[in-house]
């Protein structure tokens, strides 16, 4: 059973930085779709960004965050990271990373139903 823990929220001011981590404790990073996602009070669950672990295709990226943030790997440490650059009050949210099924499709990576495991998130805060 795969295990995904978050970490690297806080709170920032606008326009500054952070980078979250999603770590598989239990389970391969390879050949997956992994995907960020993040949900305000009051708001539903939205889709940030998303790719392939196995490097078929580009990373997906909300309108929202595009040319913020950046999603990347690093299979050595079967982290997946976020990289939020830019930070507005908006992007206040708790946010969670997702995994799908090994060999699992991607082909809409800011669509849930690509994954099959979730963390239990990490909260940012963005100040004005």
């Known amino acids: 059973q795969v295990q995904l823990i978050e970490s690297g929220g806080g709170s920032v001011q606008a326009g500054g930085s952070l980078r979250l981590s999603c770590v598989f404790s239990r389970g391969t990073i390879s050949r997956r779709c992994m995907g960020w996602f993040r949900q305000a009070p009051g708001k539903e669950r939205e889709g940030v960004t998303a790719?392939?672990?196995?490097?078929?295709?580009?990373?997906v990226y909300a309108d929202s965050v595009k040319g913020r943030f950046t999603i990347s790997q690093d299979n050595a440490k079967s982290t997946v990271y976020l990289q939020m650059n830019s930070l507005k009050p908006e992007d206040t949210a708790m946010y969670f990373c997702?995994?799908?099924?090994?060999?699992?499709?991607?082909?809409?990576?800011?669509?849930?139903?690509?994954?099959?495991?979730w963390g239990q998130g990490t909260q940012v805060t963005v100040s004005s």
């Open positions: 790719f392939h672990t196995g490097g078929g295709g580009s990373s």
């Open positions: 997702a995994a799908g099924l090994v060999s699992g499709p991607c082909h809409n990576g800011l669509a849930e139903y690509h994954y099959n495991y």
